[in-house]
């Protein structure tokens, strides 16, 4: 293995390769002559690639780690206009030895820097309760640590470590750059609401070598999740202090958590019922839509066409060419 | 006032009374030729009654307590085929005088049997924690209170204080009666799942003089309401044994809270995932619909018609004569 | 061929087969190379089993029978993880010879025990009209011969024969279990509605060796044809007791049948408008939904997955684990 | 009585009337000064009108027949903007005197005529069984009978008595119209689709005095009640022939009857499945909405607008003025 | 008529006042001992008043313009809770002498400040098709004029005489802010499309004496005529330089045009398919909530609730107190 | 190649082939044993066929043109039950020397008969105004033979050449025969819309040797060209006239334009608010589904099937044996 790595998304046809990738969905199928062979996926941070490896067998098939690491040589080349990876040969590797920051798809900004400006944001909230409470967030380091690495979805969008915490930040940046246009809103309730409306996101997928959703994540949600650890910090607040922590001040924060999805049948128990929540609901989606379309332009397959594929999410498919005016 | 009272819903025209009563929606008008009336309602736990003071001046009008009570003097009349109350006199009346029993609608069944039969019926809970929880709410006065006292509803089922008991205990008793039927059912995760399902409606709708929604009602609902509650008391446990209580049973409990309405656009902000909550799902509308369906043929105000009026959450008049057969 | 049968899903990677199967969905495919192999499925009442043949020709293909028996030799494999059956000799075998009970889906229930239990509970029907249409029915034996085969559905519960026997069955319990909660309910009318809601089935589906929806069931569906057999056994009884049956049992009955999926977008041209139609409503959809989540935990193809493929039909991936509570 | 009826239609303010009315929804009103007064409407067969009786008494109120008839004294006046009349003196008339054609809705058409053109479009079909099928129907003089009485709607589109022949005969018309444009349509098929989709209305509406839907109107309707009057009639055939009537001709039949309203939501239980179902379904939807719009735009209170009042049918207003270009 | 106006929603009750108003919806009532009284409403740019005026006659009733203006004498006074006027004089007054500033709601802000601050915005554009197509609009007084006039709609938001301007100028303003944090996009399309996107409205509705959907309006819609006059001001350009204006320029700023209702069912013929477009719409979202929320805050008729009635267009109540925090 | 084509609908498994070809859809991939092999699919008018070379190198992949011609030598095979080719040798070929007429799908129909006939209808119509419009129309010879070549649309009715030509001739022979039995439409008007509905289809589509949308068509779509060219066309005659076009008959013609689809979510901006929109809506809706169900009967796979396979745009399957009645 040399020393700097071959990222998938550099990958060209006819390379030979020597190096440890991610492994997922592994088949051991058999060749209409009766032979075995293996098809398989090869991941790391910068994408999937396809395998098969020929002349296989059982126990080979049997050694290979689902969601773990292989060291794998082979070689690329071209299948139906797509790249695909033959394998030569394959021998276990050590999770514990894997770099995961090479095989994890992570956010491109520095969580650090992302993790203080927002905190620099919250910094202008001026109401006492709405400050001890964000305090109380954020000295739980375990909750820090959690929200740092979430995805911000499984798939929609920024589906990679940092990913929460890159679309609250932008969240936060556009409601500081809106706040002063509409001066009726609390500034404070806005702030704070960014900040919390999708804490639960960290409890309801994982963030480890492959994203996916928690049983709890199914079965309650994020939404759901997000209100409650609103009333626990409150109640461990009321705890400290001894002095009750103001019950409307939970339930707004709680009203903007279950109403930011907008919609009934997005999942929102209730309806935006007052102006902050509207402004949550809003930058929410206009973030969320800006990833999308971006990604969908990025990584559509037809590189010559002016449209996308159909993407089911939006309903349509997306222009690609609206940033080249004459 | 006689020693007996003569309630709103037996009431004829022409009768002369002379009582207490709750007032509601007081409204202060003009005739055309110039003179004053007030026209207001009259409530016992039995009806209401709209009525009017002929040759009224404002500050009599300003004396009306809304919420409150008044000793009141006048006689009954038929109105457009409706009864109406015509005032000749009144004068203010303490609440602390008033017998809330005869003026605040109230179940027709006995509150302490109910709760009696209903803990009877969680007595077959075996799974240890699941007793440990509901434990932690039966000895929680202050939440046995206000569940007694709870209406069902605001105005569809079962509105009236001890509404929310009567509807559960309905659902326990059908639960009761269906386990056996289909077995592979967690007949614990059910029968504390029927008990849980609705308690945020205590803190959803006041239960006092009249039913309305708390602000903490109309912003977070009851289905949250209910959830956090569960995540409260599981932490109290917790902390009072030092052992963590199961996530997964909270988990499942919270998943039937949360999806009991069936559908997102009726407020769940998932859809039952578990047979247990497809179960109590099914349950909670029957219940529901049988009520409905029973109060909307009771209360038709047109005798002779065989459907009821339209009746909009039901999308449907009721036919009344189901239990007429030849 | 030995003594006794080896079914499909007691089958596993590796044996060799000597038996008969049901043919479904047969094709002829070329291999690169030019040679020509079949693909098709094999059948009996416990599944369905891909299978190959290669070294196939022309004639050997139009030899095998769609819907049809063959007796086959050949062996099992593992294919992608599923098994596959390699074919390596065939030959026809007469459906008269084949012992259909082996082949078609069928209910696990002793079909003459339940259709006594049905009997049982309609025996409660104290309505003389509504005994004779009961009598009227029973005592059609091509009737109930259609009625004791057919499947519940096409696909979505109780898929087999017996299936709309054993549904019904299991409402008739439930409804017999919750009519004592709800004294206000026309019994009469609700254990009559539940035998009635669904016969229509027994000419919607075929319940040969598949299961297939009929023309009739296409153009006309199980609703309608439900409610024509109940006018048509209605007009028979008046002709025969030269009295007019009455007409209102009638309606409530065709009622009951058209309202019993709840929505019009399920098909329902009608809404339920009593209280009879709207427990018979959660009663079907509770059995069809204990069936579906059962069903689906059963068969869900990774066993070690805590919760269910996404299942269309529910909007939802179903839990496995509600039933096992620390 | 002068020899001439002054109908309602014709009415201005200020003039004296002496004659029969029909009685529609009675009230008795309190005025402020204790007084009581009657509101009632008087009906004939161009509209209806409100009327108010003052210095009434209980007796004379009970003296009125709702859906019956009254001599009546009095004087048209203008009341906000509209008609209404003042009842001089009222005294019983006998249901038996009155000419009931100049009291009930009735088509502008001449019944017999409609009747005849259509059993003249009617006698195109060619095959044996449709011929036969429709014979039954058109010797079946009850059926005939209450066939050209009956409505097509109670409200939406020819609320009249003869309304559902010249609905039936409008879309005979169109069809006949149209099938030669369409030469791979089953015209025999097209014709009796057309004569039989809406004859359970026959049923489903009263068409006397006033139109109300039936009891069975109501549980039933009359898209099932037309499917099954189909089968009613094949049978009898089949019993007087002692030839089966053929099945799928009664499919085809009922499959058009089921899926005229051409969505689940409009209380069709089967979608249009063969392209005659789909030329039906339109036909019907254009003469409805022809029917609609021409009586939205006369009826319009404002004749000055150049739009009618928002019509919740039709999700919009009508604009009135699209005959009139420059 | 003194030197200084009382506008209506600074009278109180009891209050004489002898001043000019502007009538609408006159209505000529006759009272239960048959006198005649005129119910009218008065209005000025404050708001709208119900006025009564007793000893009424026809010829007075005739004499009232409506949508013209009178000059009135009479006294308010409280009806049900509500303010209501006596008129005991009236005389015409031209419409020619009236100062329609006193009469039209109009925008508070300075449209002449609020139109310099748009094309200062507007001047960021870079694009040269673009600053070409804007300038067209800007020379073209008839538009400037009717687009500073229109209010932003009939009712919902922003309905007042400089309301589009306003409406517009905050999406623009919003766009400014949020342009810097998202710069994928095309800054110069996003505000061209800001500008144009409601252009359409200005013919869509008057913008008089009373706000009004003009014919047009109703048949075609603003999103229509706003695209439509994109590709008219491009084809003037076309003619003037004979050079083509290019194609995906007009495409573009239609696109944006016709998604920004951001679905179907609210009029979009064509859903967001660029980046622009999402945000376009986000902010047009954004800015009609924050008006519609405060403006049912604001005017909420029961100060003492601490959530406002009811409000359709938004499917809540708005609760009025986020900004009042402990 | 022999004098006569041989189409591929007429193309049997064991034919010699050697004539010219469109292509589409080229892949290059791999066999298991590391071979290359071709995948495309050949077109002509009558329909496609996947097609596949053994034996093939990148050079020959890389000579095949997508979207153009090859002249091809081979064979017919049946696989799986469908027809596939096997490519023994191919060799560019000049899309000049291709008579187009063999490749691209073309109505059935003669053009210019239909449009002599389109043109007669039309010539009924008398307003003057409308003369002139569509004669500026009919005299832009651009846009007639874009009208000409246009399809319907791109897959779901009439796609191919001449289509959208046949599809509005359809409608207009059908509004010609119907205008008869609604006297109160305005004729004129009908005519005028018939013919303009979907004019825009001519930009929103190619019709050349594959149909496409355009970008404009997705951008922007047909129902808003064709109102835009409206608008375009009125104002060229109030140029050529000086005198304005009735701003009336622009208006309605784009609201039957804007609101055929007659749904919102189908892409109508408007409801049809005129009787001559709602008959242009059923029109079009209908010839629509006559085609869509003809070529599903026609273009079943399965021919031994009474119903075709389930169409997603129909919501069912079509009944292929609606034409035979015994």
Known sequence: MADKRMYI?????????????LIRD?????????????VCTLCDKTGTLPARMWQAS??????IPVDGFLHIKGRTEDYKGSLQFIIDAMRPYSADKADLAEFIPVTECDVEEMWAELLEILRAIKNKHLRLLIKKFVEDQEFVDAFKRSPAAMSIHNPFVGGLLEHTLAMARAAKALLGLYPKLNADLVLAGVFLHDIGKAAELTSGVTIKYTDRGQLVGHITISAIWVSEKAAEIARETSEPFPQRTVDLLQHIIL??????EFGSPKLPAIPEAFLIHY????????YMTANAVENDPDAAASFTTYLRQLETRIYKLSGELE
Chains 1, 2, 3, 4, 5, 6 share one sequence.
């Open 58 to 63: 059982e126990s080979i098939f049997n050694s």
């Open 259 to 264: 109403s930011h999805h907008g919609q009934h």
């Open 9 to 21: 998304n550099q990958l060209m046809p006819g390379q030979t390769v020597d190096q440890v990738f």
């Open 283 to 290: 930058l929410d989606n206009l973030d969320a839509k800006m």
């Open 26 to 38: 592994k088949d051991l199928r058999t060749t209409k002559s009766g032979g075995l062979y293996i």
